[in-house]
């Protein structure tokens, strides 16, 4: 530390114990591939699911930079990545009304989504204002995407019944890749998020 400088933040602490480098790189190296993943997909469909795959896109990407980035100097990405993901969030909650409203459902696939992006914003924030954030919320987002991941895996999702409805244009996806990308990334949330506690 050099003169003049206050004591390392609590979870500023914890983070460079619990994302060494190497493990920062495997992660930014598997959500590369998730990234990509989705990429393919999203071009290879049409309507819904082609935005749903690319608001999954952005997410990979976003979780690429966090993981690339060195924890200890990413205040600049932090604020771009909160107002890209919070607006986002706004954004998927518009669309999830909107669709709601034509479909005569309320799409869970889209409420999903759009809490996927509030807690991409939420990672943000908590790397902007440590201080501030309750610990208790962050606790709540972890138990939330852990359910999320375990979710994905047993494809729980996927067997909603509203989404067996014919006008509902985004349907679970049975595709064993897609579920193991989402609970891959709703781990690589849940890992970031409890270094910073």
């Known amino acids: 530390m050099g003169p003049g400088a206050g004591p390392m933040p609590h979870h500023m602490g914890s983070m460079t114990t619990m994302l060494p480098e190497w493990v920062r790189l495997v992660w930014a190296l598997v959500l590369v591939v998730v990234a990509l993943l989705h990429i393919w997909h999203a071009r290879s469909l049409l309507g819904q699911p082609r935005w749903w795959h690319a608001a999954h896109t952005a997410m990979a990407v976003g979780m690429v930079a966090m993981y690339a980035a060195d924890p200890m100097g990413q205040i600049g990405l932090d604020r771009v990545l909160l107002a890209i993901f919070g607006a986002l969030a706004v954004v998927l909650a518009v669309v999830t ?6 479909e005569g459902v309320v ?6 989504t759009g809490l996927d992006t509030a807690a991409m914003a939420y990672m943000s924030a908590v790397m902007l204002w440590p201080g501030t954030i309750v610990h208790a919320g962050t606790w ?3 138990g939330y995407l852990c359910v999320d991941a375990l979710a994905w895996i047993f494809g729980v999702w996927e067997r909603i019944p509203v989404l067996e409805r014919p006008p509902v244009g ?3 996806h049975d595709s064993l890749d897609i579920r193991i990308s989402l609970a891959v990334m709703a781990a690589g949330m849940t890992y970031m998020l409890l270094a910073m506690v």
């Open 140 to 142: 709540i987002v972890i």
């Open 107 to 112: 799409n869970p696939l889209w409420v999903i």
């Open 170 to 172: 985004l349907r679970g």
């Open 97 to 102: 009304i909107a669709v709601g409203r034509r």
